[in-house]
């Protein structure tokens, strides 16, 4: 979620000083960029990975605060919702083995949260996109963390939108809600995949890296149930374009979402993003720079320039780019859920910056190759239908091609192996973790088909003769859109129609999916306790058990 900011109200000279500062910001990066020494690092990985606190029953236990205390571990950050946790993970070599380096990590963090907040607060962290057990209730403005950036983020959204606010989670009337806080972002939990990129290859990274993105989120699915509703297969990215983005407002002149997919391919030098973010979007937090931009004052090499990474921060691309004053460039992947383990995390981090790195060796830009419009259409496609997903992908000499996510994914595997191995990733290394991907295709089991298919031998064996509402069906209405999302006829753009646009009067929330009872628990409630023991077990998701074959006393 970026820096705090220390204050919630600002000023419209505030407002009018930041925008000058963010000018200089950009002036001065031309000038950092252009140093010689500037990028000349050695390629790293980092992670930053956001998990929700539950309790014994499996609901929200808001005692993020209470548990970052006992912690006293500056890696562990605050986030929105007061039942979220951040890890920041070391970064790490690229060459050698760093995805067995960022899993090992992972899985310390998890279990360091869980074995302090377990015996004083009875939570246990559980990396997963959407929280199954979260309802509306759980995300208004008093689950908010009280933190200055959240507040005044709150604040910023109040005046950009209407409060309570339309919010689309699902299918039909039952899927429409109203919200009244950004806290509704707490209920969208990311992996989020930090990779330095020289400033030569920057522009093109990015453009790679954007139609890199669709295949894996195809295979990454981990978020099925947004605030107990059935969703899509990664319902987390409508939930936080609605929840926590403007979706646009040509009055204030921001005719762009503030969180979105982007328009257009990056075109230009390798600051083209950063410009795009400057001039594209007002500014939310003006807070004053604590240190002067022209020296290193702060103790980093280069400007700190803390006006435009702030700025940044509030521009919520799914993937964004990252300037360092340590001295390089960063592309920040910010689409894959998190979860189901550390292993599965780490396995689709491989695949996605292995293909990312084979698109653009030898000086390629995906540009050339596919309509923008197709990437776009990819990547929601890719959140909606998962690995039933149609793809378009480029097809050297001819027309770009259609085709289904499951056979995409295996094909370019080897891709992503040969751009890993440029990179002097370890080849077992590659192979261990592609060939975790290769299984979990082949099994058709990520973990949105896992927690669909659990929910549903749950409420089949919960179901008793007196009744209390159907079953929650599952299969492939489940990997059915959140709303109405446009195909691609013709070349033409596949986005998801505005939901304010369609819901004048939203229903009244529904009684949660699948919430009859059982055993002490309902459905989703134990759903969500056995997926936590079967993600702290941290066996990957394609080998996982459904219910019917796991005891409840395991």
Known sequence: ??????????????????????????????????????????????????TSLIGERGGPAPVNEAVRELLQDDRMALEVARFNLEANLEPVPLAGRPFTAVAEQAAHMLRQITAQSLPHHGARAVPIGTLPTLTSADVTTDALTPAPRFHALE?????????????????????????DSVAVQGAAC????????????????????????????????????????????????????????????????????????GRAW????????????????????????????????DGTPYPSLEELRLHLSTVWSWN??????????????????SGPTPLDMAANTAFLVGLTLFLVAGGRDVAHCLPFACAKANFYRAARDGLRASLWWPSPGSAPQEHE????????????????????????????????????????RTGAWWQQRALEVLNRRREAPRGGGAALPMGRTAATSGGRWEELPGGGTATPESPAARAEQPAEAVPEAGNRGGPGL???????????????RADPVHTWNLPADLPWSQ
């Open 522 to 536: 309902p459905p989703l409630h134990d759903l969500t306790v056995r997926y936590a023991r079967l993600a702290e």
């Open 320 to 337: 964004r780019p990252v300037y360092d004053p340590l001295g390089h460039l960063r592309i920040e992947f910010r689409a894959l859920p």
């Open 190 to 261: 990311s992996w989020q995949v930090h990779l330095t990129v020289p400033r030569d290859r920057f522009l093109h990274t990015f453009n790679a890296a954007q139609l890199a993105t669709a295949p894996v989120l195809a295979a990454a699915g981990n978020s099925a149930f947004p605030l107990g509703r059935r969703g899509v297969q990664e319902a987390r990215i409508l939930l936080y374009e609605q929840g926590f983005g403007d979706r646009g407002n040509a009055r204030l002149g921001t005719p762009r979402p503030r969180v979105g997919f």
């Open 405 to 444: 996510a499951g056979a995409l994914v295996r094909k370019l595997l080897p891709h992503a192996r040969e751009g890993l191995i440029m990179a002097e990733v370890d080849a077992d290394e590659a192979d261990t973790m592609l060939n975790l991907l290769h299984e979990r295709v082949a099994t058709g």
């Open 266 to 297: 990056l075109r230009g030098g390798p600051l083209a993003g950063f410009e795009e973010a400057v001039h594209a979007y007002d500014v939310l937090l003006p807070a004053r720079n604590r240190v002067q931009n022209g020296g290193d004052r």
């Open 1 to 50: 979620m970026g820096s705090d900011v220390g204050r919630v109200t600002f000023t419209e000279r505030d407002h009018a000083h930041f925008r000058a500062r963010l000018e200089e910001c950009l002036s001065t990066l031309r000038k950092v960029v252009a140093h010689p020494e500037f990028g000349a690092v050695p390629a790293t990985l980092g992670a930053e990975l956001e």
């Open 155 to 179: 604040r910023a959204w109040a005046r950009r939108r209407p409060t309570p606010f339309t919010l689309r989670v699902a299918e039909g009337r039952e899927g429409v809600l109203r919200a």
